[in-house]
């Protein structure tokens, strides 16, 4: 059953089976000095998130694409990764409703030698957005590159900007 004071964003998560998750649990003696979503007016900057277990955990997935990580594993990873953002944003904004549109998407793919697909991983972020968001809403410029290494083994990595109601 929906949460009644959930807005329609969060409507559509439950719909479709999606938990956003806690805060991140960072690995033991792991200290994250920063803030996970900066407020500046309109517009909420957004560190780098890896995907996340619906407990708040990282996702245990860990390796290269086009090495241990199928492509169908990385998308799926995107998407952990835009539920782990909503989250962050859902704290920090108090409702996913105060995003009036995403303006920015940046996502890293921990990539072996000659794997040069990192679009289709990303894409796994972008689905989600625009199918929670709608095209008005949801519709970001975006930058898909791979890495040589990302922290903690992770294969996805996103970072982004939204504007956002005052």
Not at 37 to 50: E, K, T
Not at 120 to 148: C, K, Q, T, W
Request: aromatic share 4%.
């Amino acid at each position: 059953m929906a949460d009644a004071q959930a807005g329609p964003i969060e409507q559509r998560l439950q719909r479709m089976g999606l938990v956003l998750p806690p805060a991140l649990t960072p690995p033991p003696g792991v200290v994250l000095p920063f803030a996970m979503v900066q407020v500046r007016g309109n517009r909420a900057l957004i560190s780098g998130h890896g995907p996340q277990r619906p407990d708040g955990s990282m996702d245990g997935l860990g390796g290269k694409l086009g090495g241990a990580v199928s492509l169908e594993q990385g998308y799926a990873a995107a998407r952990l990764t835009a539920l782990s953002i909503l989250g962050s944003l859902k704290r920090s904004l108090g409702s996913l409703e105060r995003v009036r549109c995403w303006v920015r998407v940046h996502g890293m793919v921990n990539s072996a030698p000659g794997f040069n697909r990192q679009p289709s991983v990303i894409n796994g972020f972008s689905d989600l957005i625009l199918e929670l968001y709608g095209p008005e809403r949801g519709m970001h410029a975006r930058s898909a590159v791979g890495m040589a290494e990302l922290p903690f083994d992770v294969p996805v990595e996103i970072e982004g900007e939204v504007e956002i109601e005052s």
